[in-house]
């Protein structure tokens, strides 16, 4: 069965989220090479979870692709946790309002997909329909 189109749209913002880490990582890299960093430690530390983040990404993209339950969750996290540092850059003076849209924007809409996706996904599943349930027809 083919992904439904909020699905697709989802993992697309996924799979743009993955390379904008990815493309982070590699910032980071440069940075730590340059001995733009406080600690080394710390820079391999921030490395290495980014690198995990946007691995988690591009594996919650092509699960979602596949309608897998598990990468949809899974992204609705990572999303609700963009929307978060969204907002909590507004507290920062004086603000980044291309940091606070390009991170809190995309990880809403990327919510809003995932959600649209589940619940269309989850209305065409035969596992979730509940007309075969003998509670049903009692």
């Known amino acids: 069965m083919r992904p439904s189109g ?3 749209a989802a993992a697309i913002v996924l799979a743009v989220e993955a390379i904008a880490l990815a493309v982070v990582c590699i910032i980071e890299l440069l940075a730590l090479g340059a001995g733009g960093t406080a600690s080394d430690i710390s820079g391999i530390a921030l490395i290495v979870l980014t690198m995990i983040a946007a691995v988690a990404l591009g594996a919650f ?3 979602t ?3 897998a339950s598990w990468a949809r ?3 609705v996290v990572l999303q609700v946790l963009g929307v978060a540092l969204g907002l909590a850059s507004l507290s920062i ?3 980044v309002w291309l940091f ?3 991170v809190g924007g995309t990880a809403l809409i990327g919510l809003v997909l995932l959600i649209s996706a589940t619940r269309r996904d989850g209305a ?3 596992r979730l329909n509940r007309d075969d349930e003998p509670r049903d027809r009692a």
Do not use: F, I, N, Q
């Open 93 to 95: 003076e004086p603000k």
């Open 124 to 126: 065409s599943d035969p």
């Open 6 to 8: 909020p699905a697709v």
């Open 100 to 102: 606070t849209l390009g």
């Open 65 to 67: 692709l596949g309608r």
């Open 61 to 63: 993209s092509w699960g």
């Open 73 to 75: 969750s899974g992204g």
